[in-house]
């Protein structure tokens, strides 16, 4: 999902939820601690030099049970994001800690924002 498509999404909702793989949902408490811009410049094991540019969002969740993100506010971070950073509308990457930190690409349900499991692949097939 592209960041634009994420605001567009947010803006209609009352509440954030984001649902793991497994269909647990992230607790209700977490926070959005980093908004950031990636870019990844690597040559492939063919030999081919190329660039990826994401946006990075870090959920994190604590003991801080008496405070909810809510959409507005995310917003507003990410408005404050795109303007100093610079954000591309570039897709989303999401951080979220498991027994290491995981990364995932982002879907939406109409509901909920699906932390979807990512995959390596081999960019080179060809070679």
């Known amino acids: ?21 497994n269909g647990n949902l992230v607790p209700e408490h977490f926070h959005v601690t980093e ?7 690597f040559i492939d094991c063919g030999g081919t030099l190329r660039e990826e540019e994401k946006i990075s969002f870090q959920l994190w969740e604590e003991n801080d049970y008496n405070h909810r993100l809510h959409p507005e506010k995310l917003v507003s971070i990410i408005d404050l994001a795109t303007e100093k950073l610079g954000l591309p509308d570039a897709e989303i990457e999401v951080e979220y800690q498991g027994e290491s930190i995981n990364k995932f690409e982002l879907g939406f349900d109409g509901k909920n924002f699906l932390l979807l499991n990512t995959q390596t692949a081999c960019l080179a097939q060809e070679k």
């Open 35 to 41: 908004v950031g811009k990636i870019n990844k410049h």
């Open 1 to 21: 999902m592209k960041l634009s498509e994420f605001r567009n999404q947010l803006s209609r909702l009352k509440e954030i939820a984001f649902a793991l793989p």
